[in-house]
């Protein structure tokens, strides 16, 4: 996923092609975009692809991602607006890449399952403790729940590669009532208006939302992400 933090210089629109950093087969990685109200989705497959070719750069990845503040500063917001967390529990990370965002709460305790597209990014994932990994497109094939899951968390996939709606309807499949989402959204998509009109209209409740400041890799940006907590209802 791409990686935010609070430095920033150089304005580049998030929803923008924006190269990342050099892999095998494409430097250019394919975004989500919204042209004329409508979104335009990525190449899934396309995206497999190249997530499959930076992991296996496994050391330039993780230089990418690691020296970023943005998974202490997600893990902080979880702990401090979800209550579930205070207890051991089993997490689930859509998207989850490498594993970064896991890793914290792995150290707390928590039980972390992950999803995502790239089979090479799951085998990181598994390395860094993950206790579970699934190949799956979660937004257009049925997951196969063989446990509860009290707390969703995504980074860098909403409003990067799929639409809020979609990811929201995804997740109000997976969980049940009092359970939590944490995520990040690209900043650009929506309003905080919007935002919170959309995950209430999703039968969720928007426990924070804080809009700050990103960073997409070497590519440093003048562009906001928002950080979100909502709670199904």
């Given at each position: 996923?791409?990686?935010l933090?609070n430095?920033?210089?150089k304005?580049v629109?998030?929803?923008?092609?924006v190269?990342?950093?050099?892999s095998?087969?494409d430097d250019?990685f394919?975004f989500?975009?919204?042209?004329?109200?409508?979104y335009?989705?990525?190449?899934?497959?396309k995206?497999e692809?190249?997530f499959?070719?930076?992991?296996?750069?496994?050391?330039?990845?993780?230089?990418a991602?690691s020296?970023?503040?943005v998974y202490?500063?997600?893990h902080?917001?979880?702990?401090?607006?979800?209550p579930?967390?205070?207890?051991?529990?089993?997490?689930?990370d859509?998207?989850?890449?490498?594993?970064?965002a896991?890793?914290r709460?792995?150290?707390?305790g928590h039980?972390?399952h992950g999803i995502d597209?790239s089979?090479?990014?799951?085998?990181?994932a598994?390395?860094?403790?993950?206790?579970?990994t699934?190949?799956?497109?979660?937004?257009?094939?049925?997951?196969?729940?063989?446990e509860?899951?009290?707390?969703?968390?995504?980074?860098?996939?909403i409003?990067?590669?799929?639409?809020?709606e979609?990811?929201l309807?995804?997740?109000?499949?997976?969980i049940?009532a009092?359970?939590?989402?944490?995520?990040?959204c690209?900043h650009?998509m929506?309003?905080?208006?919007?935002l919170?009109?959309?995950?209430t209209?999703?039968g969720f409740?928007?426990?924070y939302?804080?809009?700050?400041?990103?960073f997409?890799?070497?590519?440093?940006i003048?562009e906001?992400y928002?950080?979100?907590?909502?709670?199904?209802l």
């Amino acid at each position: 996923p791409r990686v935010l933090i609070n430095i920033f210089k150089k304005p580049v629109r998030a929803h923008q092609k924006v190269k990342l950093m050099q892999s095998p087969e494409d430097d250019d990685f394919v975004f989500l975009e919204k042209k004329d109200g409508q979104y335009v989705v990525p190449d899934y497959v396309k995206v497999e692809q190249q997530f499959d070719a930076w992991a296996k750069e496994e050391t330039s990845y993780d230089k990418a991602v690691s020296d970023s503040h943005v998974y202490t500063h997600f893990h902080s917001i979880a702990l401090q607006n979800v209550p579930l967390l205070g207890n051991k529990c089993t997490i689930l990370d859509i998207g989850c890449g490498s594993g970064m965002a896991g890793v914290r709460f792995i150290q707390d305790g928590h039980k972390m399952h992950g999803i995502d597209l790239s089979a090479e990014m799951l085998a990181l994932a598994k390395k860094r403790g993950y206790s579970s990994t699934t190949k799956l497109d979660v937004f257009s094939q049925q997951m196969p729940l063989k446990e509860q899951f009290s707390t969703i968390i995504s980074v860098g996939m909403i409003g990067d590669y799929v639409p809020l709606e979609k990811a929201l309807l995804a997740f109000s499949k997976i969980i049940s009532a009092g359970s939590y989402c944490v995520f990040t959204c690209a900043h650009p998509m929506h309003t905080r208006q919007e935002l919170s009109e959309i995950i209430t209209k999703n039968g969720f409740e928007m426990v924070y939302a804080q809009a700050e400041n990103g960073f997409i890799d070497e590519t440093i940006i003048e562009e906001k992400y928002w950080y979100v907590v909502a709670k199904k209802l």
